[in-house]
């Protein structure tokens, strides 16, 4: 049985991204899935069973902490999304296949990855990306790249029966919400002007902030910022959003993302109204905005053509993007670079 090591990244429990989402559903195809957790600190105990086949082993403890409880089996791969983590490759995870899944440009914020992006590219056996503009950067740097894009939890953000909850705004008006980081990335002085411009509708913004000193967020009746949520929250505030919004702004790094929100927005039935980022085209209910004029014109247009058929293309189109067919798309690369040999 196939084992796959995270090594200590992001905290388990903190802004559910790609790595949580591939490592659950590697523990459902039958792989073992050991997410080395940074958040986790203690060492009393040391592994925690999340569900079958998926353990969290606390941050301070060793390899060996796993053998009292987990069937650790051959091959073993390390899934690397961190490039500095090259440093770990050949060391306590013993790994017969070093995997590297590049998320993000090593550019502007990320420019200090350069190098170990470099390195990586010599340790890994297979790469995959994050997006197709990843992909056309980096296909001829690896013999082995693939292009796998985020994906849907679409069965935790399906439509339901949700409470609003207790924080949320109760003024009048449409809401525009955004669920993630508030981090430098998004485009402050569009959010600022768009609420400006709409003072009928309301902008709803749930999240920790990322790196940013909270004065440089705009201010204004209709904008709310309601905080880090858990990701067992996340779908009833989702839930409470008229649109989707991802007001980035456009250059090197956001041009080459994938945002894993418009697939949760998209699976909790939701229209997305988002900057011009070359993933996001050619969607089922994704309206992209070239400018601030054009943000709230595709905010409108969300809203007015909005209908039971479109709900139903989006919630198809999640259900057909999910990290189930992620994981399964994976795999199978994976286990054909295991049959021939490579690691």
């Known amino acids: 049985m196939t084992c796959v090591f995270y090594p200590p990244t992001i905290p388990w429990g903190k802004l559910t991204q790609r790595p949580q989402q591939l490592m659950k559903c590697f523990a459902e195809v039958g792989w073992t899935a050991v997410y080395h957790d940074i958040g986790m600190q203690r060492t009393d105990p040391p592994v925690v069973k999340v569900r079958s086949g998926l353990y969290l082993l606390s941050r301070y403890a060793r390899i060996e902490a796993l053998r009292d409880t987990v069937s650790l089996t051959r091959p073993v791969i390390l899934w690397i999304t961190y490039p500095p983590h090259s440093n770990l490759v050949g060391t306590m995870y013993e790994e017969d296949l070093v995997v590297f899944d590049i998320c993000d440009m090593p550019s502007e914020e990320f420019l200090s990855w350069k190098k170990w992006v470099k390195e990586m590219f010599c340790k890994a056996s297979v790469v995959f990306t994050a997006s197709q503009v990843l992909y056309d950067a980096f296909s001829r740097s690896h013999p082995s790249v693939h292009c796998v894009p985020n ?193």
């Not at 905005?289 to 209908?307: G, H, I, P, Q, T």
Request: net charge neutral; hydrophobic share 45%.
């Open 151 to 343: 994906g849907a939890d679409w069965q935790h953000f399906a439509p339901a029966s949700r409470s609003v909850p207790a924080d949320f705004p109760r003024r009048a008006g449409r809401v525009a919400g955004y669920h993630g980081a508030l981090a430098s990335w998004l485009d402050w002085r569009l959010v600022r002007r768009v609420a400006e411009a709409m003072p009928d509708w309301n902008f709803v913004f749930v999240g920790p902030l990322l790196g940013l000193d909270p004065k440089w967020l705009p201010k204004r009746p209709n904008i709310f910022y309601l905080g880090e949520k858990s990701y067992e929250e996340l779908p009833c505030y989702t839930a409470a959003f008229d649109v989707g919004m991802v007001p980035f702004e456009v250059r090197e790094v956001t041009v080459a993302s994938d945002p894993i929100k418009v697939y949760e927005y998209l699976a909790s039935g939701k229209p997305v109204v988002a900057t011009n980022l070359p993933a996001l085209a050619g969607r089922p209910g994704v309206y992209l905005a070239r400018n601030e004029e054009d943000f709230a014109a595709m905010l409108e247009k969300a809203v007015s053509e909005d209908s039971a058929a479109r709900r139903g293309e989006r919630l198809s189109f999640a259900r057909e993007n999910s990290w189930e067919n992620r994981a399964r798309k994976i795999t199978a690369i994976v286990n054909d670079v295991l049959r021939s040999g490579v690691g």
